[in-house]
């Protein structure tokens, strides 16, 4: 725990069951004092790599080591700018990587971040990884997911018809967004999110996001410490078969993470400061404008003083020469002005208590419930069926417990219960990978 701080924050990555080498990366920059929380606070980093051989694992390292590298340099400007300087600053490295070799060509990575500081959350995100909250008896989903089921569900929802589609039917794994493949990226800034005690934020790859159910990651990230909480994530992930990398990051806020903001903060710039503004040219438009005012005048005063003209002529022409003389002066001033006083460009502000991007994008109840528990229970007991001998006596009798204590109302029991199931079957999982067997339990239908 960084000194000034009362966050508790736990961070775990497994290779999964199918996958030979983990392309997930994952970082956290601690603040050093309190007066580091204050400038920049907290960073968690997680990125899940795309591409053949070692091309995915490179493009989620270089994402996870140059996020937090360029924020800490940028901590003079705003978190916002900062992150999505970071962010952007990443795929530049990334993309220029991949076009050094034919190998890494198109290589790319989803990364998602939370940054905490006394004004609130904020995330940085591109990809399908996920940033939640878990508050209460509700987590919430606080990124937007860029990929190819979330683009077509916002077609739906706008009324748009997609001939043929079917949702369930579409690869759930396609991505429309990542860093590395273009030389520009666009990224999402959600927040800032304002921020309670208590709070849990949880930063995943799809590996775990996948596997387990929202409600299910807020129960147990809800629940269970922070530690306690990652390893009965990944493990969960595990007991139901880990097609991919799994990464968790959890973080619990205390009460000095609280949020602070105040009315008198100063704004939140989202642009680099406006350079100097360079000298106008001569406004000849505007001059142009100014002298036919000034002739029409002439012209209208040469009028008033013709002696044959009647009582509606001189009317008429003292109206027009009015209108030209007040036109003349009035164009001359803001040439005058404009040469005088140019106007650099603007600088985009972000005021206490406004808020970036849509979010939160879902919510969900993960109050526990016996039929949730009991979800978790059958998961890892058929799970369990692949192991032999003490191993799944133990994870049948942890179930078995989990199951009793949520049918008698002790839902916080059933879910260390659950807990316990989970991290024998876990352990099992590491053990048959340590023997080199392969024999790793077999995963559920």
Not at 54 to 82: H, N
Not at 200 to 225: H, K, M, N, R, Y
Request: hydrophobic residues 45%.
């Amino acid at each position: 725990m960084a000194i000034g701080s009362t966050l508790d924050y736990c961070d775990r990555t497994d290779v999964g069951r199918r996958r030979s080498n983990n392309q997930d990366a994952k970082a956290v920059l601690e603040p050093w004092n309190r007066d580091i929380y204050n400038r920049r606070g907290w960073l968690f980093v997680v990125a899940d790599g795309m591409g053949a051989h070692a091309a995915g694992e490179m493009a989620s390292a270089i994402a996870a080591e140059q996020v937090p590298l360029v924020y800490e340099k940028l901590a003079g400007k705003s978190p916002a700018r900062a992150l999505r300087q970071a962010i952007e600053q990443a795929n530049t490295e990334i993309h220029s990587k991949g076009e050094s070799s034919v190998d890494l060509k198109g290589m790319g990575t989803t990364c998602t971040t939370l940054v905490l500081v006394p004004r609130g959350a904020l995330v940085g995100h591109v990809g399908d990884s996920r940033a939640y909250r878990v508050r209460g008896r509700r987590i919430e989903q606080l990124s937007r997911d860029h990929s190819l089921v979330w683009e077509l569900q916002d077609l739906q929802a706008a009324g748009e018809a997609v001939p043929g589609l079917d949702l369930r039917e579409t690869p759930k794994n396609i991505i429309t967004r990542s860093l590395g493949p273009h030389p520009q990226v666009q990224v999402d800034l959600e927040g800032p999110f304002p921020v309670e005690e208590g709070d849990v934020f949880v930063l995943c790859s799809d590996g775990l996001s996948g596997q387990v159910a929202d409600a299910e990651i807020g129960l147990l990230a809800g629940t269970l410490p922070p530690r306690e909480a990652a390893a009965a994530l990944v493990g969960l992930a595990l007991v139901r078969g880990a097609p991919d990398n799994v990464t968790v990051i959890v973080a619990r806020a205390g009460a000095k993470e609280v949020s602070q903001a105040t009315a008198g903060d100063p704004p939140w710039p989202l642009t680099d400061e406006p350079a100097a503004a360079a000298p106008r040219p001569v406004p000849w438009g505007l001059l142009a404008a100014a002298a036919a005012s000034l002739f029409a005048a002439l012209v209208a005063i040469g009028i008033l003083q013709a002696p044959e003209n009647t009582d509606l002529k001189r009317a008429v022409a003292l109206a027009i020469a009015g209108l030209a003389l007040l036109s003349f002066i009035s164009t001359l001033l803001f040439a005058f002005l404009g040469f005088l006083f140019p106007h650099g460009p603007a600088q985009r502000m972000l005021a206490v208590g406004a808020k970036l991007g849509g979010g939160p994008y879902r919510s969900h109840d993960c109050a526990a419930t016996t039929e949730l528990l009991e979800g978790i229970a059958a998961s890892v007991e058929t799970a369990a069926e692949g192991l032999d001998g003490a191993p799944r006596a133990r994870v049948e009798e942890s179930a078995r417990q989990a199951r009793a204590r949520a049918s008698a109302g002790d839902h916080r029991g059933a879910i260390g219960a659950a807990a316990a199931a989970i991290g024998v079957y876990a352990a099992a999982v590491e053990a048959a990978r340590a023997e080199g067997t392969g024999r790793q339990g077999r995963s559920p239908a």
